[in-house]
C-alpha cells in the first residue's frame, strides 16, 4: 500500500525537501515507496491530512530565525484528529533567483514571508528600493518571474527544477538557519521523547499561567518551547502552545496531564514523538 504525504507545494519548497527526507525515512524503515502530493497552503495541507484524503502531513512548525510558523500552530488548534507522529529539522539555505541581469536591475522580491524575514538583513543591504512582496510558497513566488524586474527567494532545489539563474546564495542573515517540520496525521504515536500540547486558561486573571506551569515544574518535567497565539476571541485571550521533554506513557506525565486539567479551559495533547536524525 502506497503512503501519500501531503506538503506545502508546489515542487522545489523547503516542506517538499522536508517530506522527501521522510519519504526515504520510511522507504529505509518500511520498504514503502510514498507518494508526495503538494498543496497550496499550509492550512490547505493539514485539512487533507484531518479529512483523510492522505496518509500523513509535512508542516513546518519553527524557524531558528524568525520563530514560530504561526499557521501550523492556529490550523492545528482548530483541526482535533490530528496527532504528530515525527519532528525533523532541515537546514535551510536560499538562493536568489531572477532573469534579470544585475541585481540593480531588481524592482520586486517575492517569496513566502518566513523566507522574506529570513533574509531581511540581506535585501536592505543589496535591494534596498525593491518592494517586498509575499506568496503562499518560496516555489509559488517563482511564477513572477517573466517579469525581467523581478526577483524571488527560494532554493537551489527549486532553481534547478525550474531551469532559472541564481544571482546569489546563500543569501540568509544567519548561516545557521534551520527549521523543523512535524509529520502529522490521525493515528495516534505511542513513545517519544518529546511531548506537543496547547491549551487555553479559563481567565486572563493574575496567576492563570503559572499554575498550569507548576504542574509541569513539582514534577522536575522539562519545558523545551511556550509560545503564545491569540484566541482570536478578543484582545488579551491567549493560547499557549507547549512542548515538553517526557512521554505521555510516564507516570509523571500522565499525572501531570490529569492536574494540568483542573487548571485550564481547554486542553489538547498533540502527541508523543522522536527527532529523526539525518
Request: hydrophobic letters at 40%; charged letters at 20%; one cysteine or more.
Amino acid at each position: 500500500m502506497t503512503t501519500s504525504i501531503a506538503h506545502l507545494g508546489p515542487p522545489g519548497t523547503y516542506a517538499e525537501a522536508a517530506a522527501l527526507v521522510y519519504a526515504d525515512h520510511l522507504t529505509r524503515t518500511a520498504g514503502t515507496q510514498p507518494l508526495l502530493c503538494p498543496y497550496p497552503s499550509i492550512t490547505q495541507t493539514l485539512q487533507a491530512v484531518a479529512r483523510g484524503d492522505v496518509n500523513l502531513g509535512v508542516v513546518p512548525v519553527e524557524n531558528s530565525i524568525e520563530g514560530s510558523v504561526t499557521m501550523t500552530l492556529d490550523t492545528l488548534w482548530q483541526l482535533d484528529a490530528i496527532r504528530i507522529q515525527q519532528a525533523l529539522v532541515l537546514p535551510i539555505s536560499h538562493a536568489f533567483l531572477s532573469r534579470a541581469q544585475k541585481l540593480p536591475e531588481i524592482r520586486t522580491v517575492y517569496s513566502h514571508p518566513q523566507a522574506l524575514a529570513q533574509c531581511q538583513g540581506w535585501l536592505d543591504k543589496f535591494l534596498p528600493d525593491a518592494q517586498a512582496i509575499a506568496t503562499n510558497s518560496t516555489t509559488e513566488a517563482l511564477q513572477h518571474l517573466h517579469e525581467p524586474s523581478a526577483g524571488a527567494i527560494a532554493s537551489r532545489r527549486a532553481a534547478e527544477l525550474y531551469e532559472l539563474p541564481i544571482l546569489a546564495h546563500p543569501i540568509n542573515d544567519y548561516p545557521d538557519n534551520c527549521t523543523r517540520f512535524w509529520v502529522v496525521s490521525l493515528q495516534p504515536l505511542h513513545g517519544g521523547n518529546h511531548t506537543s500540547l496547547a491549551f487555553g486558561v479559563p481567565a486572563n486573571v493574575p496567576g492563570a499561567l503559572v499554575k498550569p506551569l507548576q504542574v509541569f515544574a513539582k514534577r522536575g518535567i522539562n519545558l523545551s518551547r511556550i509560545e503564545s497565539r491569540p484566541t482570536k476571541r478578543s484582545l488579551g485571550d491567549y493560547l499557549f502552545f507547549i512542548d515538553i521533554e517526557a512521554d505521555t506513557d510516564d507516570e509523571s506525565v500522565r499525572s501531570a496531564l490529569e492536574e494540568l486539567k483542573t487548571h485550564t479551559e481547554t486542553l489538547k495533547i498533540f502527541g508523543s514523538y522522536t527527532i529523526l536524525e539525518r
